[in-house]
């Protein structure tokens, strides 16, 4: 868990996909272009890191990163190979309840 504020990670973000437009050599103007993305919801964006999520997965396909994207969303699989690893772990399971006032 990272302890880093929401607008913090919003500019990250965006400061990560400046660079990818970067080391492409395109403008602002060939991003909004190729992803269709408004110019201005693209500046705002570098600017200040706010977007909509279609808007943001327009200009990942365009400068990629949408499979690390995917990849970084995937649920951990659970370390279960057979049904007896499950009741092994049920059994060390301590249920915690809270006391009542």
């Known amino acids: 868990m990272l302890l880093i504020s929401l607008?913090?990670?919003?500019?990250?973000?965006?400061?990560?996909v400046r660079d990818r437009?970067?080391?492409?050599?395109?403008?602002?103007?060939g991003l909004a272009e190729r992803s269709g993305v408004a110019l201005s919801t693209l500046r705002k964006f570098e600017q200040k890191g706010?977007?909509?999520?279609?808007?943001?997965?327009?200009?990942l396909m365009?400068?990629?990163g949408m499979e690390q994207l995917?990849?970084?969303?995937?649920?951990?699989?659970?370390?279960?190979n057979s049904?007896?690893?499950?009741l092994k772990q049920d059994d060390n399971l301590i249920k915690k309840r809270g006391?009542?006032?």
Request: proline content about 4%; cysteine-free.
């Open 7 to 16: 607008s913090k990670t919003q500019k990250l973000i965006a400061d990560y």
């Open 21 to 29: 437009r970067l080391l492409m050599e395109l403008t602002q103007e």
């Open 50 to 59: 706010l977007i909509s999520l279609d808007s943001f997965l327009k200009i």
């Open 62 to 64: 365009v400068v990629g």
């Open 70 to 80: 995917l990849d970084a969303l995937k649920p951990d699989k659970p370390a279960f």
């Open 83 to 86: 049904i007896d690893d499950v």
């Open 99 to 101: 006391r009542r006032k």
